[in-house]
């Protein structure tokens, strides 16, 4: 059995009689742009039929228009199109994003601290040494909502936490001039990132804030938060996921970010514009369908069996086909590795890689970075829904980046609509 031509939805895959109609072909013409690798495509329940990636779709029916209507260009744009910004900070390359030039694999596989990377990002200078950042004390009226959180916090979305403790830091500090006079971007974003660490303590048995503590790095401050050992083979493993993950270039949260800072809006506003930005079905709510696609699952088989459920009413299972990635993506090849490195790999991490292996064998199933994070979560024994805030405290460091940069282009950022009547 196998993914149906265009999962209902499920937007980012089309049959093959909407590609060839989409791009005004016959069907011989559209599988030679598979041969050529242009479109992606991908086995179904159908028969011989196949389902086929929306975005490359898309992209080669705005080409030939794009020559003719600068819109269409614009219009093509804005899914995996071609690039609409200008940036130094990350490129999409077949072999994973590039950060300043450097691959995020290699520098995961390097085990350089996430804090390194993070300063690679911001500043374009990689400081190969451990760095720690210091700690400071957060505002008093950020401090005077952990009281209250404290007491009546739930297990609920991490993400939208986040979001609420950079809002709280940011009207702590007074007015927009009062910020920016009272520190850099650069020392705000490190103490927010910190903080983010803390706030892992909510999903922990504590249910409470953990402050950073100096001197400890970030990794140390999630991994005490959420109740875990503190190690160096899992510093390792959560410093190599957070670095790959920690940029990806425009994404749809990064480009919100960009169009804040655009506006003048403060580091603090910036980013919460991104988590929540990020906080939907298509992008946060991944780690959290996946970790309940795998949860509980005893075999490889089982979760074989939960992909064919799945097919019957239509759907894949999430955590799985990257389109900027057709080939796979490589941030989960790398994250795995990473995962394998652990002197024993728990009887779980096996059941995934065999599912995954046979996954991709029998449906064309290629797993997303999504998908390796919530796995290396589960190895490393983090609770449940701590995924997500993962991802958002890692992608913090990259959103920062683009902001500093977008401030300094000093443009602001203002699509056009095309007005279409009826």
């Not at 008093?140 to 952990?146: K, S, V």
């Not at 850099?184 to 903080?195: C, E, H, P």
């Not at 410093?239 to 003048?264: C, K, Q, W, Y």
Request: charged content about 20%; proline content about 7%; some cysteine.
């Amino acid at each position: 059995m196998t993914p149906p031509a265009s999962p209902p939805g499920e937007p980012g895959y089309v049959s093959g009689e909407e590609a060839a109609a989409l791009l005004g072909i016959k069907p011989q013409t559209l599988y030679t742009y598979v041969s050529r690798g242009l479109i992606q495509s991908l086995p179904t329940l159908r028969g011989r039929r196949r389902a086929y990636v929306r975005a490359d779709v898309e992209r080669l029916r705005m080409r030939p228009r794009a020559r003719l209507a600068p819109g269409a260009l614009a219009a093509s744009a804005m899914y995996a199109g071609e690039p609409i910004i200008a940036t130094g900070i990350t490129e999409i390359t077949a072999r994973g994003p590039r950060y300043r030039g450097c691959l995020a694999t290699e520098l995961a596989s390097a085990q350089l601290p996430f804090e390194s990377v993070a300063e690679l990002l911001w500043t374009g200078e990689l400081h190969e040494e451990p760095i720690l950042w210091n700690t400071e004390p957060l505002p008093a009226g950020a401090a005077r909502l952990l009281d209250l959180l404290d007491t009546t916090i739930d297990q609920g979305s991490i993400v939208h936490l986040l979001s609420l403790f950079a809002l709280a830091i940011s009207v702590s500090r007074g007015s927009r001039a009062e910020r920016l006079r009272s520190s850099s971007t650069v020392m705000a974003a490190r103490q927010l990132i910190q903080v983010f660490g803390g706030c892992f303590g909510y999903l922990s048995p504590a249910r409470a804030y953990a402050p950073a503590r100096s001197p400890e790095s970030v990794a140390e401050t999630i991994l005490r938060a959420s109740g875990l050992p503190v190690t160096e083979e899992r510093l390792h493993l959560l410093n190599g996921m957070m670095v790959l993950i920690a940029d990806h270039e425009l994404s749809p949260a990064t480009f919100v970010a960009r169009v804040a800072a655009s506006s003048g809006a403060d580091m603090h506003a910036c980013v919460v514009s991104a988590i929540e930005a990020s906080s939907g079905r298509h992008i946060g709510e991944i780690y959290d369908r996946t970790e309940d696609f795998v949860a509980g699952a005893g075999s490889k088989d089982e979760l074989i069996k939960r992909v064919c459920d799945l097919q019957k009413t239509g759907r894949v299972p999430p955590g799985f086909h990257q389109p900027i990635y057709p080939e796979g993506d490589p941030r989960t090849a790398t994250i795995l590795d990473l995962a394998l490195r652990m002197q024993r790999p728990s009887r779980h991490l096996e059941t995934m890689l065999g599912f995954m292996e046979e996954a991709e064998a029998r449906f064309g199933l290629k797993p997303r970075a999504e998908f390796g994070v919530v796995a290396l979560a589960a190895e490393l024994g983090f609770p449940h829904r701590a995924s997500a805030g993962l991802f958002v405290i890692s992608r913090t460091a990259g959103w920062v980046a683009h902001v500093l940069e977008q401030r300094l282009s000093n443009a602001l950022l203002r699509p056009r609509a095309k007005f279409v009547d009826g």
